[in-house]
């Protein structure tokens, strides 16, 4: 057990309504990471911390934000939400940067918009 | 971009069957990962291989990583019903911090 939690763990929004997930971990781990899964697509990374207030985007970032102001905490915001970012959202924790490193996954959150 | 291609996408087999899942890339990769992921559930992380050739055994599960480190292979011996999951590859190249997903094989072991 990587000590992540995901909130809230599911949630209906309305199209243009401003939506925070917030991911926290335990284990003081410098990477952490969000994913978005959606059927035919797999695992596509949003965006990624390499530390507090360190972050940079990843393949499909158009649409979100990100913040990490302490370690254990990671936000993603989606600043207007829109029926294309339907999708369950993973956070992930990477234990060691650099190398043969791994990425452990919290539970998820199931964000739809209507 | 790099790519990773799973086949199959999705697999249904009878319990007792031998089945082998198949990652491969025309990218070079410093390690591999194979995750398993249950409906609800994040993917949980199986195995990592970082060297090319090398061959790693959990259980009835055989995870391969190929010579050139561009492609991997994971083979389940005698399936059970308990191995039903999505099964997912992911790659890291080498000085980057970021995973490449492949988009899963969907194995379905009927009892």
């Known amino acids: 057990d990587a000590g992540i939690t995901q909130s809230p763990r599911h949630k209906v929004t309305e199209t243009g309504t401003p939506v925070t997930l917030r991911c926290h971990q335990t284990e003081n781990h410098r990477y952490m990471y969000w994913y978005r899964q959606d059927p035919g697509h797999g695992l596509r990374l949003i965006h990624y911390s390499y530390g507090v207030k360190d972050t940079d985007k990843g393949e499909v970032s158009d649409g979100y934000s990100v913040s990490r102001s302490k370690t254990e905490d990671f936000l993603l915001t989606l600043e207007s939400a829109t029926s294309s970012q339907t999708s369950v959202y993973f956070c992930?924790?990477?234990?060691?940067?650099?190398?043969?490193?791994?990425?452990?996954f919290g539970p998820g959150t199931r964000l739809t918009v209507l | 971009t790099q790519l990773l291609e799973q086949s199959p996408q999705f697999l249904s087999i009878q319990e007792g069957e031998n089945l082998t899942v198949y990652c491969n890339s025309s990218s070079v990769f410093s390690s591999l990962q194979w995750y398993r992921q249950e409906p609800g559930e994040g993917p949980v992380l199986l195995v990592t291989?970082?060297?090319?050739?090398e061959v790693k055994k959990l259980k009835r599960l055989t995870f391969q990583f190929g010579d050139a480190r561009k492609d991997s292979s994971l083979h389940i011996t005698a399936a059970q019903p308990g191995d039903t999951g999505l099964y997912l590859c992911?790659?890291?190249?080498?000085?980057?911090?970021?995973?490449?997903f492949g988009k899963g094989t969907k194995l379905t072991v009927n009892p």
């Open positions: 291989v970082v060297t090319g050739g």
């Open positions: 992911a790659g890291k190249a080498g000085g980057s911090e970021k995973l490449v």
């Open positions: 992930a924790i990477s234990l060691a940067g650099g190398g043969a490193d791994t990425q452990y």
